[in-house]
């Protein structure tokens, strides 16, 4: 999964993501799936302020959130380098 295994384990975009949605920053042109499943979640939290979502105490489904989150990390790791992808070196696989 790229280095940071299950995004649900992943506590700084985690945490950005929670301060962005509080800070109502977080555009999603109203997608209601992606609302719904973020009205899912059930976040826990360590003894050392981490957090994470803990999809077996979520209501429903959360993999929506979780791929938000994903996305997040890839943004912040990765910053606006949009020039370094694999199809600019291979282009795309056909099977």
């Known amino acids: 999964m790229d280095g940071f295994g299950a995004a649900r384990q992943t506590p700084p975009p985690t945490k950005e993501l929670m301060k962005l949605t509080l800070e109502q920053k977080i555009a ?6 992606l609302h719904w499943m973020m009205d899912n979640i059930f ?16 209501t429903e489904k959360i993999e929506g959130a979780v791929a938000t989150v994903m996305a997040l990390d890839w943004a912040i790791r990765c910053g606006a380098n949009l020039t370094d992808s694999v199809y600019n070196h291979r282009g795309i696989l056909f099977i």
Do not use: R, T, Y
């Not at 976040?43 to 979520?58: L, V």
């Open 28 to 33: 999603h042109d109203g997608q209601p799936v």
């Open 43 to 58: 976040i826990k939290c360590n003894p050392a302020g981490n957090i994470k979502m803990d999809k077996e105490k979520s």
